[in-house]
């Protein structure tokens, strides 16, 4: 049975020096964190390429029209959807890009729901139309593992259609998910092999290198990528935000980190008499259900108020407001 031996992590919490100093040497940005992601693939020239090698497109994408994510409709606002970039092609293809931190209910159903708004609005108002659509993508790079049965343990690319269940046969390429599983990327520098190793790499590792890697330098996407990411370049205002981020990153990460832990632990016990493999399940299971309780109240701790609680954790502020009340 394994215990618990870390000291629990709320948000604001220094201990880690380490880390501290980790980020205050670093050369590139974190892409993970919310504004060296935005910053990283807001660029026309990262882009492109890092959708093609991702979504695999029926034709190369050449050039991107960054929109506002506001068009989704004023659902966000209150369901706290993980939009962080919407954009269109050449074609008028829409694209929507999203990383997000942790595990979420129905959150196959969360991708259809805020996906359908971009289908919906391809509508024109007050015109006959005879349903052509554009294609709507939704990537998701996630730092957690999904938990849905059948999938393999060791993918971690998955793309999703609208398909005939029995002979396998597409029923419609207008509408596509693709999810990207970070935790199950686990190759070092010395074992890449193909482009969309090289991406995922540096998204897990770029804030912890030095220098652009030797392999990095022969490709002038990857050049490009290396270059927007050096946190030197950065304007005060931007040092600024970068910093926020990686504040934030750090928080969420570690009570997630922590909370992961302590239930899995939880379980391990409740589920002696049922075998060790089935107490890992429960325990991993409550941990995914009460993760946000813990990283709410320990936002709250530090100060912050519903509305930045809600922006960080995804949840809206009526749920942050709910939960911060069951403890009154």
């Given amino acids: 049975m394994s215990k618990l031996t870390s000291k629990k992590k709320v948000a604001g919490d220094s201990t880690p020096k380490s880390k501290a100093k980790e980020a205050k040497e670093a050369v590139y940005m974190n892409p993970l964190t919310d504004f060296g992601f935005k910053k990283l693939f807001s660029d026309v020239e990262v882009l492109p390429p890092f959708l093609n090698a991702t979504i695999w497109p029926d034709s190369p994408i050449v050039k991107v029209e960054l929109r506002p994510t506001e068009q989704l409709g004023d659902w966000e606002s209150e369901r706290r959807a993980v939009v962080d970039l919407l954009c269109t092609n050449e074609r008028g293809e829409f694209f929507l890009?999203?990383?997000?931190?942790?595990?979420?209910?129905?959150?196959?159903?969360?991708?259809?729901f805020y996906s359908s708004f971009l289908v919906r609005n391809q509508a024109p108002k007050g015109k006959k139309w005879n349903y052509e659509l554009k294609a709507v993508y939704v990537?998701?790079?996630?730092?957690?593992?999904?938990?849905?049965?059948?999938?393999?343990e060791q993918q971690v690319i998955s793309r999703v259609c609208l398909m005939e269940e029995r002979v396998h046969v597409k029923f419609s390429d207008k509408l596509r998910f693709i999810t990207i599983e970070l935790p199950k990327f686990q190759k070092k520098a010395n074992e890449l092999e193909?482009?969309?190793d090289h991406w995922l790499y540096y998204l897990k590792n770029m804030n912890r290198l030095k220098e652009a890697p030797a392999t990095a330098k022969e490709s002038s996407v990857f050049q490009r990528l290396f270059d927007v990411a050096q946190i030197n370049k950065l304007t005060p205002k931007e040092m600024e935000a970068y910093h926020k981020s990686v504040l934030e990153y750090d928080d969420i990460v570690e009570a997630l980190d922590y909370e992961r832990e302590r239930y899995q632990a939880i379980g391990e016990k409740q589920g002696e008499k049922r075998g060790k493999k089935q107490g890992i399940a429960i325990g991993e299971k409550r941990g995914a259900k009460k993760v946000y309780?813990?990283?709410?109240?320990?936002f709250s701790k530090t100060g912050f108020p519903p509305e930045e609680i809600a922006r960080f954790?995804?949840?809206?502020v009526k749920r942050v407001?709910?939960?911060?009340?069951?403890?009154?």
């Fill in 194 to 196: 193909t482009n969309i």
């Fill in 321 to 328: 407001q709910t939960i911060l009340q069951s403890k009154k």
């Fill in 313 to 316: 954790t995804k949840l809206s």
């Fill in 139 to 152: 990537l998701s790079l996630l730092n957690f593992r999904l938990d849905i049965a059948g999938l393999d």
């Fill in 97 to 112: 890009v999203e990383m997000q931190y942790a595990p979420q209910k129905h959150f196959a159903e969360r991708l259809l």
């Fill in 293 to 298: 309780t813990e990283l709410v109240f320990s």
